[in-house]
């Protein structure tokens, strides 16, 4: 697991509406790292937060749009 997959997941996912859809119907983590598996990636859901956080900092405006709205999809907690 490591951070750097993380990384990769997300700049392939932010490309990727096929990726994306992939995820379709996954509503928890366990079901959400099952699927980044199964896709290569390896990381946990801290590795993946942590990178989200560092790549909001600063942030004020959110798009509808876009692969952070999507991951919000996902009940983390």
């Given at each position: 697991?490591?951070?750097?997959?993380?990384?990769?997941?997300?700049?392939?996912?932010?490309?990727?509406?096929?990726?994306?859809?992939?995820?379709?119907?996954?509503?928890?983590?366990?079901?959400?790292?099952?699927?980044?598996?199964?896709?290569?990636?390896?990381?946990?859901?801290?590795?993946?937060?942590?990178?989200?956080?560092?790549?909001?900092?600063?942030?004020?405006?959110?798009?509808?749009?876009?692969?952070w709205?999507?991951?919000?999809?996902?009940?983390?907690?």
């Amino acid at each position: 697991m490591s951070i750097e997959s993380a990384n990769r997941f997300l700049e392939a996912v932010a490309d990727d509406e096929e990726l994306r859809n992939k995820f379709e119907g996954v509503s928890n983590p366990e079901d959400f790292l099952r699927v980044t598996e199964q896709l290569g990636y390896s990381f946990t859901t801290d590795e993946l937060m942590a990178i989200a956080r560092e790549q909001s900092q600063g942030v004020t405006i959110r798009r509808g749009t876009g692969v952070w709205r999507w991951l919000r999809t996902i009940k983390w907690v």
